[in-house]
Structure formats: C-alpha cells, structure tokens
C-alpha cells in the first residue's frame, strides 16, 4: 500500500493530495502495530505476567515495538507485524485463560481501534460538511480536511487488515495460539506449526502474491482479507450512517 502511493506520487496531477495521503498513512500504520502489541503486553500483565513490563515494552512507544522487516511487509503487500512483546505463560495465574485473552488481545485492540475510528470519521464527515461545501480547492484547508479524513480511513482499514490477518491459525499468528491452548499438548497440527509454520505462513504469502499477477481468483490471501476488512466495514459503516 505504502509502496503504491509513493508510485502514484511520481504521477498524480496533484502531487499534494497524494504526499497528505502518505503522511496520513504512516502514523495509522504505527497506531495499529504498537497498539496491538502493546495491548499483548498489558493484558499479560493484567493476568500475572509482567515479563513485558520488566523489557520496558509496556508502553506505546513505537520505537520499543519496531521490526522493519514485518512493518516494509505490511506498507507493501499489507500483511505484517511488529516485534512481538515477551510473555511467560507459566507467570499467569490461570495458564489457559491467560493464553486465550493475551492472544486474542491485539485483534480485540484492532476491531476496537477500527470501530471507534469509524465513529469518529463519521463525526467528522458530518462536523465539516458545511465547510467542504464552501472550502476552495488546493488551500491549505483543503489538504488538512483531506489529511484527517485519510487517516481515520486509513486506521480502519490498517486495523481490519490486521486484526483478518492475525486470526489465520498458523504459527505464529495470534489465531495460532488460541488453537495450541485449545487442543491437547500433543496434537499434531501444534507439532507441525511449531516446525514449519513460519515457513509455511511466509510461502503462503509469497505464493499468493506470486499468483495474484496470473488471477486475483487465485489470491487466497487477498481474497480473505478483504473479505473480512469489507464485511467489517460494511457493518461499522451501517452502524454510524456512512
């Protein structure tokens, strides 16, 4: 995504619009991994475990929470991931409800990110209408009513991705913890994740961006993503009158 706007900045007619779309992106993107990260950590502490606390990554600097290989994946093809936060599950007082809550945690923290940024674009659209009506063109009001609109869209939809991408069961995606708490210690499916799951999970990716040129039907990730972001969308969008 991010690689695409920067593309279009070579070309648009309103090279402007395109770098307020740029500058609107990135911090909705940060927003969304730290955000998710965080909320790992604190519901792990909230549950016994202050591991996170004790590394200094109970907090929301973006900094503590950056990996450059999983935020280039998720500006570029849109899936991706911050540095993980350190948890101990044996520290939990209830290991099993421990595991279920910290792993759902980042994708509760996205859907509600996601909801309450729908909210707050609605409120927006609605606060400014009467000045869009009359507002010029290319002046700097202009680019800022733009700016706002942009990143309340972009946190959405970063926050939807994230959240659709994190549920997919495979190691070492959130979805694949909650499975690995749910299932018995031996079972061979956790056996296998453990062993080639981040193998896996990365060749998927690859394979279906790969395929995607040939037919965007044989995208299976694209198609699951949005699938999720769109219906979830739909449903915010129903919710506040957009």
């Known amino acids: ?28 993107l940060l927003i969304a991994i730290v955000m998710h990260e965080f909320s790992h950590g604190i519901v792990a502490y909230w549950n016994g475990d202050d591991t996170a606390k004790l590394a200094g990554r109970l907090n929301v600097n973006p900094v503590k929470h ?37 792993s759902l945690a980042g ?6 990110i996601a909801f309450v940024a729908t909210g707050l674009f609605a409120l927006y659209i609605y606060a400014t209408k009467s000045a869009v009506m009359t507002m010029e063109m290319y002046t700097a009001g202009y680019y800022v009513f733009y700016f ?6 972009y946190i959405v939809l970063i926050n939807l991705t994230l959240m659709a991408f994190n549920l997919i069961p495979v190691y070492p995606l959130d979805g694949f913890r909650v499975v690995e708490t749910l299932v018995k210690p031996d079972n ?15 060749g998927l990716l690859v394979l279906s961006t790969v395929l995607g040129y040939i037919s965007p039907y044989l995208d299976v990730f694209s198609l699951y993503m949005n699938a999720i972001v769109n219906m979830m969308n739909s449903i915010f969008n129903a919710i506040f009158g957009l």
Do not use: H
Request: aromatic share 18%; charged share 15%.
């Open 148 to 153: 706002f609109a942009y990143l309340l869209q």
């Open 188 to 202: 061979r499916y956790v056996a296998f994740n453990y062993r080639y799951g981040s193998f896996l999970l990365l």
């Open 1 to 28: 995504m991010l690689i695409s706007l920067i593309r279009n900045l070579l070309t648009a007619e309103d090279k402007r619009l395109v770098f307020v779309m740029i500058l609107a992106y990135i911090p909705a």
């Open 107 to 112: 994708v509760i923290c996205n859907f509600l």
């Open 66 to 102: 950056f990996d450059p290989i999983g935020f280039l994946m998720l500006a570029v093809i849109g899936f991706g991931w911050a540095k993980p936060v350190p948890i101990d599950p044996r520290r939990f007082r209830n290991y099993k409800k421990g595991m279920i809550t910290v």
